[in-house]
């Protein structure tokens, strides 16, 4: 996964976090928690608050 496959990090937050209201995490904590999924590769320096904002739209998306 990377940064741009935001509707399957979300889907993969969801699983893993199932008891997160994902309105109410921070950047710093979500940009962490996307880095520790096994299922991601990518560069951490290639994240972004834009990037951030769509991945934690769409697990919000997904949790409703």
Known sequence: MKWTD???VAI??????PDVDPKRI???????W???LEEFDDDPKHCGEK??????????EETE
């Open 12 to 17: 993969a937050l969801a699983d893993k976090h």
């Open 51 to 60: 990037i951030l904002e769509a991945i934690q739209t769409a697990w919000i």
């Open 6 to 8: 935001t509707l399957d």
């Open 34 to 36: 996307v880095t520790a």
């Open 26 to 32: 921070n950047f710093v904590d979500l940009m962490r």
